[in-house]
């Protein structure tokens, strides 16, 4: 017993830190170090295939001939695929089955894959895959959003969202405006590209490393197109460089190649695009176009509005429909519509097919109504905070949204007040408004938005999640959940969560990769629910093996299992107190189940998207920021030079991670709205697909002045995890209080009386454009 007890590990650990505490990301240290292993990172196993892709350079074509026998004898290649080599079905796609994963016969967006290439080298691959030689015939290609209106493409019919009789009640409204706009589209652009890695197993099986937000439906795509049964393919992630939405379905594409490849060779295979095959061949953002016909009094309170969006949803399905429904449930933001109509229109464009991205079509809706609110400002004459405030939800028949969920949990009023008068947003605007008269070139701008975001899939039965747990006889913890982990803290909030009910330190808990043959049938890390859903699982599955544990302890000790305590300190059973390891090894010796799986679904949701009628949202994540910013009516040049941000997280799992959240979502929303811009030609090639043309925002735009708070007074009303509120996506949306300064300080052109006509992104040409806009009406008002 004393040698085997002297060669018995150590666990250290430190004071008890369950949830609530302020703790560092479990890899923030091997990040930091560079130390943290990707899929690239990964030692290559012996006989690695490289994959390249062939990509259409067309738009939109018939193949009349492919041509790839130059491709199959170049140097170091092994292996070529085309739509004929596959045994399953020529599909990676998540819902509607319209995503090849080669081309068959036609082409429908640049970049789209013809063929794979399998060499000994990426060099090899590359090099081989140019060798290929295509016939195409055009055919007529739709490249925006103007020519799909016009050649009547769409993915799915026009949706219509509505409450009372919009279009009756904005003829007899007292005051009545109408407009238009575009919001731009966004690409990822995560540190970390597309990868996979597979390597075949016994009996024709494969394991695949992805970098993929859901590794159950890769494990189901790469099955399709192999023809096998889910079983047959493990899909593992450790962790993703970034997200985004980009690697909820996208991912599958590569994988299935990668898989593929190795089953058909029997040697491991990595596809691994650079940086412009990612960008060219992956779907962004959507861009909209959405157009307003609002009425209202005298006061500014919104009468009726109608609501029509367009986007350009690209050559196929993909998460476009569930896309566009999320932008329509945003379209009310924190405001009460009394009669609403809301168009949706889903253009199918010959270009790469738009995806998920953080907001999941939520930005875009919510970007239009707070143009509205800054519109009906306008026209009026008076503070579009006023406007903003006198149409806020409130309480009994003003509380139901345009889809007929009640606003239960409404704090918007409240964040508005604490930030507006924390940050002396009143004082503030009359000082920008008299250093604009003062100042010919340079102008101010402030805005003060707030955000409203519901928490959900809206695709109900996505709302699940599973969690495993085995705790060893050593008191180590080994936890696996569905989530993944794309450097949002989802893994360190989970383990928090298992830490705070066996109560004991981290350092007793390992989590490790999410793969598919430890907890099966999980839904995609998205929808802002990672720690809602995995928690809650993680939570039942120790709250499980702690039932064991209680029973146990209480017919061993003979005391009733109210006496039985998890406490820091130990295993508190009866008047004594055991060590947590000793504990769990005198469990073990007396054959107790130290091992449970742990599920859970979101209660209350229900949607009929037949009539758009529901509750899509368990609760709602609420936040607000107040932008200012400093524009050059002479060259469009902006900078942010102040963001004073309050957002409520309910009961935080952890507040330093979820203000890094907070910020990196604040800054990716900054750069949708001012910097970045996706760039097609007429033939549809896509010109920004490299950091020379498209510019995400840098160290340097952030603004000098950030303040980032909780809220400290929140806390979910819903029983989620700990009472806490999620915090992915949400923070995004708060950027627009910089796109609305930015209009602001435009307006200062013609001394407010006319809104600008500014598109989003604003770039610097679409600033001075606007200014320009303004000064030639001003001086023909």
């Known amino acids: 017993m004393a040698d085997s007890a002297a060669t018995t590990p150590v666990i250290e650990t430190a004071p008890f830190q369950g949830v609530h505490a302020a703790l560092p990301h479990d890899s923030a240290a091997r990040h930091v170090a560079g130390s943290a292993v990707y899929i690239d990172d990964l030692p290559e196993p012996a006989g690695l295939l490289h994959v390249a892709f062939g990509m259409s350079a067309k738009a939109h074509a018939k193949i009349v001939r492919m041509d790839l026998s130059a491709v199959r004898t170049a140097p170091g290649v092994v292996l070529v695929l085309s739509a004929e080599d596959i045994p399953g079905e020529n599909d990676v796609s998540p819902v509607i089955h319209d995503d090849r994963l080669f081309a068959a016969g036609e082409v429908y967006c640049v970049g789209q894959s013809l063929f794979a290439v399998a060499a000994t080298s990426i060099a090899a691959a590359r090099a081989a895959a140019v060798k290929a030689v ?60 597309q990868v996979a890695l597979a390597t075949p197993r016994e009996d024709g099986d494969v394991h695949v490393w992805s970098s993929t937000q859901h590794p159950t439906e890769v494990q189901h795509l790469i099955a399709r197109v192999l023809g096998k049964p889910d079983h047959c393919v493990t899909v593992e992630v450790r962790r993703m460089g970034g997200g985004f939405g980009g690697k909820e379905t996208q991912a599958s594409l590569f994988a299935a190649a990668a898989a593929l490849v190795a089953v058909k060779t029997g040697r491991p295979a990595k596809a691994r695009p650079d940086r412009d095959e990612d960008m060219v061949m992956t779907g962004k953002r959507h861009d909209f176009e959405a157009a307003y016909d609002v009425g209202f009094d005298d006061d500014g309170r919104l009468t009726a509005l109608s609501l029509e969006l367009a986007s350009r949803c690209g050559a196929t399905t993909d998460l476009s429909m569930a896309i566009n429904d999320r932008a329509m449930f945003h379209a009310d933001n924190t405001y009460f519509l009394p009669a609403v109509e809301i168009l949706s229109h889903r253009f199918r464009t010959h270009t790469v097919s738009n995806t998920a991205f953080r907001g999941f079509g939520g930005p875009q809706g919510m970007l239009a109504i707070e143009r509205v609110m800054d519109a009906v400002a306008a026209e009026l004459g008076i503070d579009p905070l006023e406007v903003r405030r006198r149409n806020l939800y409130g309480g009994e028949g003003r509380n139901l949204t345009p889809y007929g969920q009640v606003v239960e949990d409404n704090v918007a009023p409240q964040l508005i007040d604490e930030l507006s008068g924390s940050c002396a947003y009143d004082a503030r605007r009359r000082e920008i408004e008299a250093f604009n008269k003062a100042s010919p070139v340079l102008k101010k701008g402030i805005a003060l938005t707030p955000v409203k975001f519901g928490i959900s899939f809206t695709t109900t039965f996505l709302n699940q999640a599973g969690a495993l747990i085995h705790l060893y006889a050593d008191g180590s913890i080994m936890l696996n959940h569905g989530g993944t982990e794309m450097g949002q803290g989802l893994h360190v909030k989970v383990a928090q969560v298992v830490a705070q009910a066996f109560q004991v330190d981290l350092a007793r808990i390992k989590v490790t990769s999410t793969v598919t043959d430890k907890v099966p049938n999980t839904s995609a890390t998205a929808a802002s629910s990672g720690a809602d859903l995995n928690g809650m699982a993680a939570l039942n599955a120790a709250e499980t093996i702690k039932a064991r544990l209680v029973e146990f302890a209480a017919a061993k000790w003979a005391v009733e299992p109210n006496e039985v305590a998890f406490t820091p300190a130990g295993v508190r059973v009866g008047a004594e107190t055991f060590e947590f390891g000793g504990f769990i090894r005198q469990a073990y010796l007396a054959r107790i189940s130290l091992s449970a799986t742990g599920f859970y679904a979101t209660p209350k949701i229900h949607y009929d998207r037949a009539t758009h009628t529901g509750r899509p949202f368990y609760y709602f994540a609420y936040g607000a920021a107040c932008s200012e910013v400093l524009i050059d009516t002479l060259t469009g040049e902006m900078k942010v030079t102040r963001t004073d941000i309050l957002h409520d997280v309910g009961k935080s799992l952890n507040p330093a991670i979820d203000l890094g959240q907070i910020e990196g979502g604040f800054v990716q929303g900054m750069g949708w709205l001012t910097t970045e811009e996706l760039v097609y030609d007429a033939q549809g090639r896509l010109r920004t697909h490299a950091p020379s043309t498209y510019k995400i925002p840098t160290c340097g735009d952030r603004p000098a002045h950030l303040d980032v708070r909780l809220w400290k007074a929140g806390r979910n009303v819903e029983a989620t995890v700990h009472r806490s509120k999620a915090v992915g996506e949400p923070p995004l949306m708060l950027a627009i209080s910089v796109y609305n300064a930015i209009n602001h300080a435009v307006a200062s052109v013609g001394d407010y009386k006319i809104l600008p006509q500014l598109d989003a992104p604003a770039t610097p040409e679409a600033i001075l454009m606007a200014c320009e806009d303004v000064r030639a009406r001003t001086r023909h008002a």
């Open 134 to 193: 295509v016939e195409y015939e055009d055919l007529p290609a739709a490249i925006d959003i103007a020519a799909a209106r016009a050649m009547d493409l769409t993915i799915e019919a026009s949706q219509r969202m509505a409450r009372g009789d919009a279009r009756a009640v904005l003829a007899v409204s007292p005051r009545r405006v109408q407009g238009k706009f575009a919001i731009g589209g966004q690409d990822h652009f995560y540190l970390e590209g």
